[in-house]
């Protein structure tokens, strides 16, 4: 046998080895093979039946069709008669030619019609996967977003909770006291108390000494009227 080489798409190639696999081939090769095959036979079909309509007949149907004409000869029957007779025969003959074909053609039609679902199937899978793509890279963007918002120092934090007490931080920072001398060195107020220590932003701290220098009354309960929770 000669060797036939053809180039084909990468994407032609699986397609073909997957619906080689899927008719029970055992290779690419026998599959491509069965499908040149039965192209050829058909061609060959055709190109019998267009041979017979044209009036170039075999021997074999010569010599049948001359059979029928001189025996319904000898019997007196009319042209008409004669004719439709021959051309009975004839059909049956192509039928004859025909039929061997016919379920290879619809094996054909029902391979290419599975091929061209399956086709659509990859389709619709791959506009799936694209759309889940985009949501991905969109999620990415989002989170690559909020990885990159800058940490608030710890000068920041201390203006928004206006106190930090060292007992609060224990389980959250190891290295406290670099924490404190940051906060320190930043304009933080220091008040080193029994056991701990504790900071507060110097806004606040300010706020607090002005209102207590304005409170008269020396009662407890005066004070706690006139200063927040907090302070």
């Not at 069709?65 to 000898?74: D, P, V």
């Not at 054909?108 to 985009?134: M, P």
């Amino acid at each position: 046998m000669k060797e036939l080489r053809l180039l084909l798409p990468e994407n032609l190639v699986k397609r073909i080895e997957e619906e080689a696999k899927a008719q029970g081939f055992k290779s690419v090769n026998d599959y491509l093979l069965h499908i040149i095959r039965l192209n050829v036979s058909l061609g060959d079909l055709v190109s019998r039946v267009e041979r017979i309509e044209k009036g170039d007949l075999t021997p074999e149907l010569k010599d049948s069709i001359t059979s029928l004409i001189s025996s319904i000869g000898a019997r007196g029957v009319s042209v008409e008669d004669l004719v439709n007779k021959v051309l009975l025969r004839v059909e049956r003959r192509v039928f004859d030619l025909i039929n061997p074909y016919t379920s290879k053609i619809d094996e054909l039609g029902r391979r290419i019609a599975d091929l061209v679902e399956r086709i659509e199937g990859l389709e619709s899978k791959c506009a799936s996967i694209e759309q889940q793509l985009t949501q991905l890279q969109k999620v990415g963007v989002e989170v690559k977003g909020i990885k990159e918002r800058p940490r608030k120092s710890a000068i920041e934090i201390l203006k928004e909770q206006k106190v930090i007490f060292e007992s609060d931080l224990i389980k959250k920072i190891r290295n406290r006291d670099m924490f404190f001398n940051r906060l320190e060195r930043d304009g933080a107020v220091i008040i080193q108390a029994s056991g701990e220590r504790i900071a507060v932003d110097p806004d606040f701290w300010s706020m607090f000494v002005r209102k207590v220098e304005d409170i008269k009354l020396r009662s407890e309960a005066e004070v706690k009227k006139r200063l927040s929770k907090v302070e």
